[in-house]
């Protein structure tokens, strides 16, 4: 996700989430875009307008009536000298001036004003979005044409607060900044795919399961990337703590059958990419009842069955999609299982990756991958797991447009 070049203007309202709004600057930097900020009064409670500048390298603009900022409209300007406005976080009090074309402060001026794409993150109170007025705003805006990435599901700030209401972390909120810069072509345009994500639960009884230490991240950002290129992309999770990725459908499943199920009724599509860390064992017969432990007795025993091969069987469906990529997670010898994996699969590439303790690998941030398919092995440095994505997702499309 490049962003050489693209002038964002970055409006924080006022919010426990404006904290955020730093660490968005930086990622967006960090990819080539300039960052032009506005904060609203209430936004300047919560982080100070020395903190914004020094991270985007220039003004910070806080006043509707500043002399020096408004002697050539500056307000206009601000709303048209931009390639994407991105509100983060967007707090009820400003979606409602947005939705009444209230445009008492800066903020509120400046998104009356522009003529650009505007991108909003939400974040407030659960009970706050769930509101009957909010509702209707939030409908309003989106009538109007205005982006939407969450808000999204968790814990909030207050204590013993969870719901739907948190402000998309910085990294979603690039991804969807992304796609709504990339007039560019898009090379998937018009294909289908399927990913699988995360891990899956199998359960022993109704309060403890067999599963792993996958966090997802890697499934989802590949999703993500797809869909930035074009894709319609059905995602079939395992249970996570991660949001679900923009501009993709996704499915949320916990046991292997499940996600064999919600596969292959999405057959055909023309890519699959399967990552998810599906548990290859299950207990045969799972308890009805938590079991107990029984003084002086030795625990009972667990009868494992087989959990279905998702990638074998999409590999060699006979709905099988143009391009099967799998995963395989290795602790040894990661080309060798990797080469055999592809041939015993039916796939047309493997991501190897040693995800060995000591790596990280396995409910990190970073991924370090071995490319295996019949041309041969191609290695990647360590990278972050939505460059991964990226770059994986260009390999998909240039593998289908046959290069």
């Known amino acids: 996700m490049e962003f050489s070049g693209k002038r964002i203007l970055l409006i924080i309202s006022g919010g426990i989430a404006a904290y955020k709004s730093l660490d968005l600057i930086r990622r967006l930097r960090e990819r080539g875009a300039s960052v032009r900020p506005v904060m609203t009064a209430a936004a300047q409670e919560f982080i100070t307008p020395l903190a914004v500048g020094a991270l985007s390298a220039g003004h910070v603009y806080v006043d509707l009536f500043s002399r020096e900022d408004e002697q050539d409209v500056g307000h206009i300007r601000l709303a048209r000298d931009a390639d994407l406005v991105i509100v983060a976080p967007a707090s009820a009090d400003l979606m409602a001036k947005m939705a009444h074309g209230l445009a008492d402060d800066l903020a509120s001026a400046v998104l009356l004003a522009t003529d650009r794409p505007v991108l909003i993150a939400p974040a407030m109170n659960p009970k706050m979005w769930a509101a009957p007025a909010t ?28 719901g739907t209401g948190r402000m998309a972390e910085p990294l979603e909120i690039v991804a969807a900044a992304a796609g709504l810069l990339d007039g560019g072509p898009k090379p998937l345009a018009g294909k289908t795919a399927v990913v699988t994500s995360g891990p899956t639960h199998e359960p022993i009884d109704p309060v403890r399961y067999i599963a792993n230490r996958s966090s997802g991240r890697q499934g989802h950002a590949i999703a993500a990337a797809l869909a930035r290129l074009g894709a319609d992309v059905t995602l079939v999770s395992g249970p996570v703590t991660i949001p679900d990725p923009a501009g993709v459908e996704t499915v949320h499943v916990e046991r ?15 890519i699959a990419v399967m990552v998810a860390a599906v548990a290859d064992w299950r207990v045969a017969a799972s308890a009805g009842q938590k079991i107990k432990k029984q003084p002086g007795e030795a625990p009972p025993p667990l009868v494992l069955a087989e959990n279905p091969d998702i990638l074998k069987t999409v590999g060699h469906h006979r709905k099988r999609p143009k391009l099967v990529v799998g995963f395989a997670a290795e602790t040894q010898d990661v080309e060798k299982n990797g080469r055999a994996k592809l041939e015993r699969k039916g796939a047309d590439m493997i991501v190897a990756n040693d995800v060995s303790p000591e790596t990280g690998i396995m409910g990190g941030t970073r991924n370090r991958v071995k490319i295996i398919s019949a041309k041969g092995v191609e290695e990647w440095p360590d990278l972050g797991k939505e460059e991964v994505a990226d770059r994986l997702a260009g390999l998909v499309a240039n593998r289908l447009a046959g290069t």
Do not use: C, W, Y
């Open 135 to 162: 509702k209707r705003n939030a409908a309003t805006l989106a009538g109007d044409g205005i982006h939407f990435i969450g808000p999204m599901a968790g814990e909030m700030a207050e204590s013993n607060e969870a």
């Open 256 to 270: 292997a059958e499940e996600m064999l199920e919600a596969v292959v009724s999405r057959l055909p599509v023309d």
